[in-house]
């Protein structure tokens, strides 16, 4: 059987078509669409241009998926929709602009399939502990050796966007210590005990999400030291000096807020090094599709 899945985050939108229960690849692209405000607001709303422009991108993208066939098309939101005062107004306009209904994922929900896409891929065994760092929110599952079962699932509103636009408003400038602290005191805060409590025995530790893709392009091994070095260097320098050391430019504003994030979850967790897969909800998602299908 074949899916499709159209994934609306709060920075970009992402299309999977996929065959099968373990989710092998036919296509798959991403637009870097960001919904989510850049400014700290007490108020969180997709704005005008924004709004227009991610269901432009959902209606092209629906259009892809078309094209190859799929038995089923779904399309779903993330993070950002569980918050802006008007997801509702831009899920009618998805299903006005597809023909599908767009649905919102709970914080559970989107735990659970990303933890079902990370286990399509086969370097990833259990026990493991996954963690998928977004726009909007954070989220990290637990699966232990002895069951098919997560034991442990939970999502934080920790996303880069969220968290830049919080700590770092000037998004050109370099970010001083003082600034890179309050982000790192704020997650500390927010993440508390939880992992060392729930971290599984021997588990191998799973950084996915385009952040963590971007980490392990950059640096020879998602270690903690290595993050920790990196994150340091991009925060002494501006954004174009970012981008000059090959920080896409799209990212390069909220990547300093994500590196900040692994390295918190690297000190909360005890953890030495990470795997990154570029498998996570999509995946798990097409994976579900493609079973209840067959």
Known sequence: ????????????IKLLVADGVNATPVFETIRETRLSPNTESARERIDDTA??????????????ARSHAPEKIAVVGTSLFRTAENAA???RAVEVATGTPMQILSGEEEAALVAAGVLTDERIHAPCAIFDLGGGS?????RPASSDKNVFEIS??????RLSRKFFPDTKAPISRERLAELQAHVREKLGDVL??????????????????ISERLLPELSASAMKTLLH???AGTLAERVALGVPEKRADIFPAALAVFTE??????ISRAVYTTRNLRYGLCARLNSAAG
């Not at 059987?1 to 970009?12: L, Q």
């Not at 954070?138 to 637990?142: P, S, V, Y």
């Not at 979850?265 to 005890?270: F, T, V, Y």
């Open 1 to 12: 059987m074949r899916s499709a899945v159209i994934d609306i985050g709060s920075n970009s």
């Open 51 to 64: 709004f227009s422009a991610g269901i432009n991108t959902v209606h092209e993208l629906f259009q892809i």
């Open 89 to 91: 107004e831009f899920a």
């Open 138 to 142: 954070l989220e990290f599952i637990a």
């Open 156 to 161: 934080w509103k920790l996303g880069a966007v």
């Open 196 to 213: 060392s409590q729930q971290i599984p025995s021997a588990a191998q530790i799973v950084f996915c999400g385009g952040a963590a893709g």
């Open 233 to 235: 260097q991009l925060c």
């Open 265 to 270: 979850i690297c000190g909360a967790g005890n």
